[in-house]
């Protein structure tokens, strides 16, 4: 039949592009047809204009496109430059800079208070170590730290040097310092001995290592034990500092030897001399130190039981 | 010629069928807002819309006003491309079957 004859395959292609133009046209129309009753909807029911903003308001927001500035008409680094004036001082601080310093100035935030006991145990300190001088001129002063030291010492009072806590907590805090109040604040790794008072000094010396670094000048704030200085050491900063009779504060407390009873001091002296000639350097490891305070606690009973 | 009137009611009597000429609607409507050229016609339509005054628009107006400028920028706007597709999409039934 005529009708079976014409099928696809027997049409050549630029009829067919003629068949698809034609369908495509069919198709845009009807597309603009579609879009013609969108929009007359959308007139009759009064949104069509909705999108447009009157000409005024269109040039404030227009885009920018001037070098150094964005898009809205910003200049980069404008707050870089800029000074707020502070609220509680009064003063004009740069901006990048404003938060920090207000959070000093109103004395609040995690940093400030810090900073602020880390002054208040300094000045304690200060006043501690000047209520013991003779020349303090201010009575003020006098008084407060008077008060600051009864306190203090009811403080240290409070602590039973033969009580098995106190050994126990030193025990247990190997390289830091928090036991004795005073030195709370010390952070660092050590004390510099020129601001202290002879007082406090040798209250140091009984609770820390004390061995001046050669760096830094500072004392160290370790143990008694500290494995970076030799009981040498120790002893010649005692000596340094408190005279001749200085001795080992190992002498007065009971701390790791808990069977160490000490009534003469001079054999620990002569002792200590024995153990000391070992002379190990601080580059030592840690392990060869407590061999050698295991060594000298051996020694210390031994020598005990040979005095008894 | 009668006979290439024919093929073409044949064929669009296919495509509909099968819904193809649905999905080449919703095709083409897509591509044409993605090259602009609803915007474009929006703009148009702002204008004589303007022109007309806004109350007293109608549909036939509209369609009248449109319509020829819808369809030659749509022309212009695709070309080939859509043809292509539609071609295959056209290929696919089998060509006994058309006139079945």
């Not at chain 1, 010396?205 to 040498?232: A, F, N, W, Y």
Request: glycine residues 6%.
């Amino acid at each position: 039949m005529k009708m079976e004859e014409m099928s696809l395959s027997g049409l050549d292609n630029s009829k067919l592009e003629a068949i698809a133009q034609e369908i495509y046209a069919d198709l845009v129309e009807d597309s603009c047809l579609g879009f013609c009753f969108e929009v007359h909807r959308a007139v009759k029911c009064g949104y069509f204009f909705l999108d447009d903003t009157d000409p005024d308001s269109m040039k404030d927001f227009e885009i920018v496109d001037q070098p150094g500035l964005d898009i809205f008409g910003q200049v980069f680094n404008q707050w870089k430059s800029k000074e707020c004036v502070c609220p509680n001082c009064s003063r004009s601080i740069a901006a990048s800079r404003f938060a920090p310093h207000l959070e000093k100035c109103l004395g609040m935030g995690r940093n400030s208070s810090r900073i602020a006991n880390r002054r208040i145990a300094n000045s304690n300190n200060m006043n501690k170590s000047e209520s013991d001088q003779e020349d303090n001129d201010d009575i003020n002063d006098n008084d407060w730290s008077y008060g600051s030291e009864k306190k203090a010492k009811k403080r240290k009072s409070d602590k039973n040097p033969n009580s098995p806590r106190r050994s126990k907590s030193l025990k247990h805090k190997n390289g830091e310092l928090s036991n004795s109040d005073p030195f709370k604040y010390n952070n660092s790794t050590g004390i510099s001995y020129e601001t202290l008072g002879p007082e406090e000094l040798r209250s140091l010396l009984t609770t820390q290592c004390g061995v001046i670094s050669e760096h830094t000048k500072k004392m160290c704030t370790r143990s008694l034990r500290c494995p970076q200085h030799t009981d040498e050491q120790r002893r010649t900063v005692r000596i340094y500092f408190l005279g001749p009779s200085a001795v080992l504060p190992e002498v007065e407390s009971s701390l790791d030897n808990d069977s160490f009873d000490m009534t003469d001091s001079q054999a620990l002296i002569s002792r200590l001399q024995w153990d000391g000639s070992s002379d190990l350097s601080p580059s030592d490891s840690g392990s060869s130190k407590t061999s050698e305070n295991q060594g000298w606690g051996l020694g210390t009973n031994s020598s005990e039981s040979r005095k008894t | 010629m009668n006979k290439d009137a024919q093929m073409r009611a044949a064929i669009n009597q296919k495509l509909i069928e099968t819904g193809e000429r649905e999905r080449l609607k919703e095709l083409l409507r897509a591509k044409l807002i993605e090259c602009g050229w609803k915007d474009q016609l929006k703009a148009h339509c702002k204008e004589v819309i303007k022109e007309k005054g806004l109350e007293h628009v109608t549909v036939d107006d509209l369609v009248a006003e449109i319509t020829p400028k819808g369809r030659e920028t749509g022309f212009a706007m695709l070309p080939r491309l859509v043809l292509s597709s539609r071609t295959q999409a056209i290929l696919l039934p089998q060509p006994s079957r058309l006139l079945g």
